[in-house]
């Protein structure tokens, strides 16, 4: 069952993808319109599971999952990535390449490789941490290097 972001539980589970590039209006509105498709009909053992999504910043695929009624799991997981894969392939974008580090330098959002972080940032740079797992945590997802998974590469 798909509903309003903003109505999701705090502790809702949280998917997040990162494009290298800025999305396209075009782009977004694809993977709106399967997102949403995808997400009405998403189940776990035959239960509807409650969910929703947002684009943030025209780069940002943030999924929600309130998984306190059913969770998930398995085929249901394994669906999910399929689609995220299909819109790489047919957007031409890279969506799942987990050693980028999303780095807010200038105002401006660089996607950059983890290994050559260093170059361009420090541990004061704010980054977009896509591993957050819970809503409630989406409110400091920015945060300095030092404080993230990424602090090993500034050092």
């Known amino acids: 069952m798909f509903v309003p972001f903003d109505i999701l539980n705090d502790s809702s589970r949280l998917w997040l993808y990162g494009s290298e590039t800025e999305?396209?209006?075009?782009?977004?509105?694809?993977?709106?319109?399967?997102?949403?498709?995808?997400?009405?009909?998403?189940?776990y053992h035959q239960q509807k599971l409650t969910t929703s999504f947002k684009i943030s910043e025209n780069r940002f695929i943030i999924i929600a999952l309130d998984d306190r009624e059913y969770?998930?799991?398995?085929?249901?997981?394994?669906?999910?990535?399929?689609?995220?894969?299909?819109?790489?392939n047919d957007l031409s974008i890279s969506l799942m390449n987990r050693l980028n580090v999303f780095c807010k330098i200038g105002g401006e959002i660089?996607?950059?490789?983890?290994?050559?972080?260093?170059?361009?940032?420090?541990?004061?740079t704010l980054?977009?941490?896509?591993?957050?797992?819970?809503?409630?945590?989406?409110?400091?997802?920015?945060?300095?290097?030092?404080?993230?998974?990424?602090?090993?590469?500034c050092k």
């Open 110 to 124: 660089q996607c950059v490789s983890s290994f050559k972080l260093k170059r361009v940032a420090n541990s004061e």
């Open 23 to 43: 999305l396209t209006k075009q782009q977004t509105s694809h993977i709106s319109e399967k997102l949403t498709t995808f997400l009405e009909s998403w189940e």
């Open 127 to 153: 980054f977009y941490d896509l591993t957050i797992q819970n809503k409630s945590e989406l409110h400091s997802y920015l945060k300095p290097i030092k404080d993230g998974w990424c602090s090993k590469f």
């Open 71 to 88: 969770g998930v799991g398995g085929c249901s997981m394994d669906g999910l990535q399929r689609l995220i894969q299909t819109f790489e």
